[in-house]
Structures are given as C-alpha cells and as structure tokens.
C-alpha cells in the first residue's frame, strides 16, 4: 500500500458537554462521557503529531470546546506546531477575558452557531436560552478582530426565516454564512421527520440566497450546503473516505469522519494506542472506505467516482444497512427510492406544514 | 468571491495579510499555503515570495523594485501589480 496523501484538516472534538442540546448535534448518539476525555497533555501530544505529519487546520469543536478549561493551551499546543485554529462554538461562556486569552495562545478564527433570526425559537430549537449570549460572543469577536464565521444548520423550523438569518449574520458583522441544510445522521436522523423540509422551503430559500449573493457582492461569503436528500445527486462526503482530513472524538478515538462513529464493525484506532501517522496510514478504518477498491456498481463503473467517491459511507449504511452501498442520495443508486419516498411531494412526511412546537428529542447524554 | 466591485487600491498602498490569512511554508508537502478560516489556499511559482513583500510596511513600488532587483529583466510590474489586485479582489491582502 502507498501512503495515502497527507491530511489537511483535523476535527477536534474536545468534549461532547454541551449547554446546548440542538436536535440535529453532529455528535454520536452515545455521548462521551468526561470522565472519558483526553488530558490536556494527551491533547497537546495529538496537536504536535498532526502538525508534524502534514495537518495545516484545526476546528477546535465539540459540544461546547469552551467547557474545556485547558482551551488555551490546547490553542498554544496547536499554534506550536504550526496549525491555524478556528473554534467551534455555541457562544456560551465565551467573555471578554476568556476571548483574549485564546487570543493570545493564538486563537486566529472562530466560528458561532445560530439556529435562528428570532430570539425565542433560537432558544427553543437549542434548547437552552444562548441567542443572547451568542449574540454577545459574535460582537467580543469582531472587537477583537478576529475573523467571524456562522454556523446556521437549515432545516423545516428555520428554512423560512432564512432571510432574517441572513441579515442578523450582515448585522453582526459576520466574514461568512454557513448555510449548513442537515445532513442526517445520528441525532438528525433520529429527528428527521421534524426536521426535514419541503421542496417548497427549499426552493425559496434558494431564491433567497441568490438575491443576497447579489446584495452583498462578496462582502459576506454565503455558503450554502446541498440538502442531499433533495438533489439526486450524492455529496462528495469528506472529500473521500481517509482523503483529507480526520476527526479525534473527546476519549481519542480517530475517525475518518465524525458521523462514521455510527458504523458499528468499524472498529475505530484511538490516539492513546496508536501515533496518527499510524492511524491515518495503516489502521483498518481509515483504510476501509479509502479510494474506489470498495465499490461496487453502479459506483464501479460511474463516471462522477472520482468527483462523489460513492457519496457517505455512514448515510449508505444508515439507510440500506449496508456501509459499502452506494449513498442512496445519489439518483443512480438502487435504494434511492427509499430517499424520494421522504422527499416527493405527496408523500405525508414532504407534505408536512413546517411544524413550530418541534416536538424533538432534544441532544442529551444518555439519548442514544 | 471576485474581484467585481472591488474599488481600486488607495494610492500609496501597503499591502498586507488580511487578518484572517496566514502565510506559511508547509515543510511536509514541500509548498507554499495561505491558510484561511475554511480553507487553504497551495501558492503556485513566485506567489509566496511576492506575498512575503506585503508587510504592511513596503509600498507596491518597492515590492515591485525590490523584485526587479532579484529577477533583472523579468516583466515583473505589471504581473506584481495584477497579481496583487487579484488577491485583494478575494479579501486576502488588504
């Protein structure tokens, strides 16, 4: 086996405490707990050999990173060995004092999460009332003049106040929207029927991003990722299974995604056991999924492999049961139907009016 | 982004790293990279030596200068110049 090509990025998750409990959290459904979390020196140690092995990038994420007291010197840890750092984060407990002193260590971005324009349905979705203490956190970045990313994960609840998302983000002073449709795996996929949108809300909130892409004429970077499920086409999941970048979950495990923490033979390396070169160059999971020797057809054989490399390992087995299927978001796929009976209008879950109570099983340890 | 809409540099400019942008040699890949919030960006041939100029300090007339003064003969102004008007247009040297 040739080694495989360096990775660019690395997903911390520090911890998996959160304030927040946002029905759609990126995190696994079994929680770490944090008894379970790595020390701060194990966090350091991961840092300088990502740095030494080829990572130029870290999100410093979780849950809620800032729960971590030893941020800042993960932040150093990294900036040491020569990793540009964003945080990740709810916004909660992020204060003047706290803020200059990660930017100290050298903190060089940070990114906040919205989940919506108005205040008390922010809150409700969240779970927790943050949307003023977000909105706090987002002015303390732009005094501090660090570059200022959002966070807005779309969905039925919020897709149309997306206008109103927008202009909060212009009126915080935002460098760049992520307009992030919920990808659906883990506690997204346990809430789906809640939060799956319409066609119609999609279509609008196309229309909407267009009009301030013009509007704003690149001031504000607009990004918008594809809700899959509505495209036919499957998304380019990680940029390829081992490809470009690697996640370390709060106990260290390492994973080729965060979401691939879902397949269950997987089989995961942990950074206590194993150096990353290791991890990333030999260990079985990062080696599973990697290039197109897995596929079958119609992936095999398809001419967008090399652009899609078969859609998400963990949405094809989330959905079919079977990891090595090609991603049933892809209209070529075999089991695609199974996504158009969610998505085709008529169908009683795509026919849904957009339901304001929620009516979520809201994140929280023990959920899974 | 583009460079559509970008007003002409001032007069006298200085360029220099946005704030969000970081330069750096990356020894493992053997390149060039501007490192951003979300991305990073590999820097082909002299672009990296041209950046390293922008420090806030040197106007586009001596990084234009100090460049011909290493690279005698080449058409170094008007690319300089281009060059930098491309990377302000993205937002990453102001």
Not at chain 1, 312 to 331: I, K
Request: proline share 7%; charged share 25%.
């Amino acid at each position: 086996m040739t080694a495989a090509p360096r990775p660019w990025a690395l997903l911390a998750e520090l911890t998996h405490g959160c304030p927040l409990h946002c029905p759609y959290c990126s995190n696994p459904l079994e929680l770490v707990r944090r008894s379970r979390e790595l020390s701060t020196a194990e966090w350091a140690e991961v840092m300088r050999q990502a740095g030494e092995f080829g990572v130029v990038h870290t999100h410093l994420s979780g849950g809620e990173p800032l729960l971590r007291g030893d941020l800042a010197e993960i932040v150093t840890a990294a900036e040491s060995a020569g990793i540009y750092t964003q945080l990740v984060t709810s916004g909660v407990g992020l204060d003047d004092a706290r803020l200059a002193a990660l930017a100290a260590a050298g903190l060089r971005s940070v990114q906040l999460s919205v989940q919506h324009a108005d205040p008390a349905a922010a809150d409700r979705i969240a779970g927790h009332r943050a949307f003023a203490a977000k909105e706090r956190a987002a002015a303390l970045v732009r005094a501090a003049g660090l570059p200022l990313g959002l966070n807005v994960v779309l969905h039925r609840d919020n897709l149309d106040a997306l206008d109103a998302l927008i202009q909060r983000g212009v009126d915080w002073g935002a460098d760049r929207i992520e307009l992030a449709n919920t990808q659906f795996y883990g506690w997204a996929l346990r809430n789906r029927d809640a939060l799956l949108p319409t066609r119609d809300q999609l279509g609008r909130a196309r229309e909407t991003v267009q009009r301030w892409r013009d509007r704003l004429g690149g001031a504000t970077d607009l990004v918008w990722v594809v809700p899959d499920y509505f495209d036919g086409v499957a998304k380019p999941c990680m940029g390829g299974w081992g490809a470009v970048s690697l996640t370390v979950a709060p106990d260290g495990t390492a994973l080729p995604c965060p979401a691939a923490a879902s397949l269950p033979d997987l089989d995961p390396p942990n950074v206590r056991d194993h150096s990353l070169e290791w991890i990333w160059d030999h260990s079985g999971a990062f080696n599973r999924y990697r290039g197109e020797g897995w596929m079958r057809e119609p992936c095999r054989t398809c001419s967008r492999r090399a652009e899609d490399f078969g859609g998400c390992r963990c949405q094809a087995y989330a959905l079919t049961g079977d990891a090595a299927r090609t991603d049933p978001a892809c209209a070529l796929s075999p089991d695609h139907g199974v996504i158009r009976a969610l998505t085709d209008t008529g169908h009683p879950a795509a026919a849904a009016t957009p339901a304001p109570t929620g009516g979520y099983a809201y994140r929280k340890p023990g959920g899974g | 982004m583009t460079a559509a809409g970008t007003p002409p540099a001032p007069a006298g400019w200085r360029p220099a790293l946005a704030p969000a942008v970081s330069l750096r040699h990356d020894r493992v890949r053997d390149a060039d990279l501007l490192v951003l919030p979300e991305r990073v960006v590999v820097l082909r041939g002299s672009a990296a030596r041209i950046l390293r100029l922008c420090d806030g300090d040197r106007d586009l007339d001596t990084i234009v200068a100090e460049l011909e003064s290493r690279f005698p003969g080449a058409p170094v102004a008007d690319d300089v110049r281009a060059f930098l008007g491309r990377m302000r247009g993205e937002g990453w040297i102001r």
